[in-house]
């Protein structure tokens, strides 16, 4: 029996929601807490940014080097994901809000190029999209997503030190909690 195109749509949003949804249990909480994860005693290289190498949707590459001085907020995705349908109009907004702010959000497109563009341009990405594909989910592991999910947000400070990870959507206003602190003595 060949399912429709809407159907396959469906049963992939609800393994979007369900992997999102199991996370939350697999995880310790205390890796989606801000002090905890600042303060607890990790392995060196589970905490600094990982070197990575891709290409936008431009074709250009891109390191971890690409922003130097920024904050950097990498927010791992899919098109075919339900959960990161929904938060990225958030992440537009806060691009556009923030401006100013020595702050870049990285999408890294865990997806096929077309849909990955697709997605970007119908939403208005504002931000670099990063063109990971299958071994997006390598990069996302050493960032500290062990269970796979999507989404993944894991935020860096300008030294590439883990500020704070987390598995599931995220909204902009906390981003704007979460990144508040770090700009103080720097902004206004």
Known sequence: MKLPLSAWVAICALVGVTAGI?????????????????????????????????????????????????????????????????????????????????????????DETNAARQFATDIGVNYPVLLARDEGFDLNSAMGNKAGVLPFTAIYSAQGKRLYQHAGEINKQQLEKLISPYLEGKMK
């Open 22 to 110: 199991s996370a939350r249990w697999l995880l310790p909480a205390e890796e989606n807490n801000l002090h905890s994860s600042i303060n607890k005693p990790q392995m060196p290289d589970s905490n600094t940014l990982p070197a990575f190498r891709l290409s936008d949707l431009q074709g250009r590459i891109k390191t971890r080097d690409s922003w130097p001085g920024k904050i950097l907020v990498v927010n791992f995705w899919a098109s075919w994901c339900a959960p990161c349908r929904k938060e990225m109009p958030d992440f537009v907004d806060f691009s556009k809000q923030h401006k100013n702010w020595p702050v870049q959000i990285i999408g890294i497109a865990i």
